[in-house]
């Protein structure tokens, strides 16, 4: 079955960087939103038939919006020349959501966000969250200079308390944020959140590996390159494998070059998805036998022992049974 669908209203689109806009979704009929935790994301409709995904922005507790933030890219790929185009004030799209595979740990005693470009959306959101509730937080927010940096009003009474620091590189690598110092050294009950390009996803993993396991959370809003290279995160030099549904018992073979859900498609059965790159979570699914691979960017140690996102995951073992 298809991801279920809301219609809204786009209230506002608002300037907020060189070429960053921040869009404003309500209600058409004025009703509630359906809620949202901090780290939330929605899934945007597009003319194209297809969703993007795209990271909430606004203090979960406001329950009549949704605000969310789009850097437009030159290639127009990730869908954004689309929302640029034509996500004009008053015009009435379809979302599905909300959902959230980077949610704020409860546990936490200290959260330090680290957010390089666009990367900012979610983490406004887990700002707006703590601050209102009173939590201990610090933000680094890298860009490339002023003009690139969004939400630069909502910051400023945070940057001016010194919870938030600005790093502007000026596309110098040598001028960047020294994340592998900042990571050193870990407090007892820091929670460590990032999100941004590649290249800065890669050093805070790095950086961070000897912090323990459950304490570290990010959210990527692009595969790496590897990931690109493969077709629909389907890694053809991977070998071939079977699936069984456990509800019906069928068996299939899952070949190079088709992804889990292709298969399950091809048998008629229908999947929900949306990404299809292993970054959303729309098609996690139970598995209950077997070894997966997993190539998704969302599920930790702990859910990988119970789940698997069957856009992109391959198997170990020569059959993988589904809780289908």
């Known amino acids: 079955m298809g991801i279920a669908k809301t219609q809204v209203r786009v209230r506002s689109v608002t300037y907020l960087a060189d070429e960053i806009n921040a869009y404003e979704l309500v209600d058409p009929n004025g009703a509630p939103l359906a809620p949202f935790t901090a780290g939330a994301h929605i899934d945007v409709f597009l003319p194209d038939g297809k969703a993007r995904q795209y990271s909430l ?33 008053g015009r009435i799209i379809s979302i599905g959501g909300p959902r959230n595979n980077f949610p704020l740990s409860d546990s936490a005693e200290h959260s330090l966000l680290l957010a390089g470009g666009i990367g900012i959306t979610p983490m406004m959101s887990m700002l707006r969250h703590l601050h209102r509730a009173g939590a ?10 002023l003009a690139k940096t969004a939400f630069r009003e909502a910051l400023a009474p945070h940057i001016e308390t010194g919870r938030v620091l600005i790093h502007h590189d000026e596309g110098d690598p040598e001028k960047s944020l020294d994340i592998e110092t900042l990571l050193r050294e870990r407090s007892d009950g820091t929670h460590l959140y990032f999100c941004g390009p590649t290249g800065f996803m890669k050093a805070a993993k790095a950086a961070s590996e000897h912090w323990p396991a459950d304490a570290v959370h990010c959210e990527y809003f692009k595969p790496d390159e590897k990931a690109q290279s493969l077709s629909h995160g389907v890694d053809t030099t991977k070998a ?24 399950l498609r091809e048998q008629g059965i229908e999947v929900e998805t949306s990404c299809e790159s292993g970054l959303c979570g729309t098609c996690r699914t139970r598995y209950l036998g077997g070894e997966p691979e997993h190539n998704d960017y969302v599920l930790n140690d702990h859910e990988q022992d119970e789940f698997v996102m069957i856009c992109s995951a391959r198997s170990k073992t020569p059959l993988l049974v589904l809780d289908l």
Not at 66 to 89: C, K, N
Not at 138 to 144: E, G, S, V
């Open 57 to 89: 922005a606004n203090d979960p507790a406001e329950t009549h919006r949704y605000e969310f933030a789009v850097q437009r890219e030159t290639d127009g790929s990730s869908g954004s020349r689309a929302v640029f185009d034509l996500m004009q004030v």
């Open 240 to 263: 071939e494998f079977q699936i069984k549904l456990a509800g019906s018992g069928a068996v299939y073979d899952v070949p190079h070059g088709k992804s889990i859900v292709q298969v």
């Open 136 to 145: 201990d937080f610090n933000m680094h927010y890298c860009t490339r200079n």
